[in-house]
């Protein structure tokens, strides 16, 4: 049987419609994937981000902004100006904006700020929810705190100040509590706890805890109290660990305790 002219078009017209309803739903769900891949459902955004933002009129503000699960924040800006520290906390509640969140202090006429969502990171935008351009953009940044690799796990210390300490995992020890920001420490006698920082995975500050008040048969204590004070960045891999002061020996040698 032959194929008429007006049969031929007519299959062209429906393989172009069936075409164009395909193409069209392709495009359908392109959008939907994007509009569903965000950053509040694909990054790990919870958490603490740190960096030092430019002032006009200081050295640097330092910025702390924690984002909670509930959508509540909170922002500590210290202003570094002529050795002194200017604190100022800021709470409120957050709402998602795609990639970008919108802060709201909570008070009458609380201050709005935004910020863009980034792996790892938060960057700070303009009043407007626009990026800053120029050569200090890369300043608005605020990296995640923490270190996976090293918190949350057991570490033995294995060394003191150079010297070799005869340890056992459950007696001298480091666990780094990230949920809590704290740092639970012993050197065969008294548990020490004390709030702990990570910024940029490397540099650490470890502020005055409390401890147990048994009475220590050695001067490891001490030493170990001191070694945690004096550090300011660690090192390590991962199956090793070590607390440093700027590029000098290390201070604490400690290794991973395997489950």
């Known amino acids: ?54 002032c006009a009129d200081c050295e640097g503000i330092e910025t702390w902004l924690t984002l909670n699960e509930d959508l509540s924040f909170t922002l500590v800006r210290n202003y570094l100006k002529n050795e002194a520290v200017l604190s100022d906390t800021t709470v409120g509640d957050f709402e998602w904006q795609k990639n970008n969140v919108k802060l709201q202090e909570n008070k009458p006429n609380g201050e709005t700020l935004f910020f863009s969502i980034e792996e790892n990171q938060v960057r700070q935008l303009t009043n407007n929810a626009k990026e800053v351009e120029g050569e200090l953009a890369n300043h608005y940044l605020l990296r995640k705190t923490g270190n996976p690799i090293v918190e949350n796990k057991r570490w033995q210390i294995v060394e003191i100040f150079g010297k070799t300490v005869n340890s056992k995992p459950d007696t001298h020890y480091l666990i780094f509590h990230a949920d809590e920001n704290k740092l639970e420490a012993k050197a065969n006698c008294n548990i020490i706890l004390s709030p702990y920082s990570i910024t940029q995975q490397y540099r650490i500050k470890i502020s005055e805890g409390i401890s147990t008040m048994m009475a220590c048969e050695d001067n490891l204590e001490p030493e170990l109290i001191k070694a945690l004070h004096m550090a300011d960045n660690i090192s390590f891999t991962e199956s090793t660990l070590t607390l440093n002061k700027g590029r000098m020996s290390p201070l604490l040698k400690l290794k991973l305790v395997e489950n």
């Open 1 to 54: 049987m032959k194929t008429t002219k007006s049969t031929f078009t007519a299959l062209i017209i429906a393989l172009l419609f069936v075409s164009c309803n395909n193409q069209q739903r392709n495009i359908s769900s392109q959008k939907a994937f994007e509009d569903h891949h965000t950053a509040e459902n694909s990054l790990d955004w919870e958490g603490t981000y740190m960096g030092v933002i430019p």
